[in-house]
């Protein structure tokens, strides 16, 4: 028996060498020698690259909505309203995706103040009402480009304007 274990060394005599002296375990984790520290252990992958099309869609803008936003700002205040949206790079005459030949009329901004809330009752036949306390109101500006197609007005948004292609 040896520190607690059960298990046999072998004596060579005088002029033999000892077990010890035969094998070193300093680079091996046996049973009777300590264990260096383990690494840890990673449950997830750590900050693989992505593939560029798996980082963002085919035409998708990173910070639309930011855009957007800097876009309703810029066109409230600019004095030459045509000059703003090209250098925008918005399209007066383009082709939508479907193939259809579009025209620009009008831009239109608007701002939405939601100040109550419905839920409905179970079973859907009534609702109920509650008006918003002020720090739960919320603000938002809107943004929407009118084109006619030909036969009626086509309200985009800015990403599906982004989209078009210049005629």
Sequence with gaps: MHRGHDHHHHDHGAGGHSHAE???HAHAHGHNHGHSPRPAAQWQTPHLPQPPEAAEEP?????????EKAFVEGFASASDPTSFLRLARVPFDAVTVEGTRVSLLRVETGETTDIGAVMPHLGGGSFRYD??????????????????????ALPLTLAQVRALAQS
Excluded at 59 to 67: A, K, N, Q, S
Excluded at 131 to 152: C, E, I, K, Q
């Design 22 to 24: 035969t094998h070193s």
């Design 59 to 67: 035409g998708h803008e990173p910070d639309l909505d930011l855009v």
């Design 131 to 152: 008006p918003l306390p002020a720090a739960m109101t919320s603000r938002r500006r809107t943004l929407r480009f009118v084109y006619f197609d030909g036969a009626a």
